[in-house]
Every structure is written in structure tokens, then in C-alpha cells.
């Protein structure tokens, strides 16, 4: 089970984080699976919350390489 969350930190398809929680055994699969809307949706509401303060940690560095050009060396700038 998994209940996830995407951000896009600006107006492009560049800069797209997502946040899950995911359940790891079949017991915690099961509890997972077993709430209620409520708190389905209370849990998805933290995570929402939880990329608001990771969006706006990363916002200087998104600015900032926003105008570079892409590379798929992750990294290593060539």
C-alpha cells in the first residue's frame, strides 16, 4: 500500500519530487489498507504539508539551475 504525493517546484516538467509513505511488511499493508477515509486522506494531507516545507528548501536551488541546460549525467555538469 502506498499513499503518495507529486510536487512541480516550478511551471515546468523539470523539477517533480514526489512523497510517499509505503507500507514495507504484510502486516503494515494490511493496516494501511484498513483506515478510513478520514485518515487516508488526514495522512495524504502530512505528506501535502511535508512537500510545502521540502518545496521551499529546494526553491533557491531550483532557481538557481532553472536557466541551466539539462545534462542526464546527474551531476557531473558535462
Known sequence: MVI???????????????????SRTDVMHSVLS???AEVHASLGDALVRALDEIAAALAPSVTGVAGARETSSFGCGT
Not at 4 to 21: C, G, H, K, Q, W
Open 4 to 22: 503518495a504525493r507529486e510536487r512541480y517546484l516550478d511551471d515546468t516538467s523539470r523539477f517533480r519530487v514526489s512523497l510517499e509513505l509505503a
Open 34 to 36: 484498513e483506515l478510513p
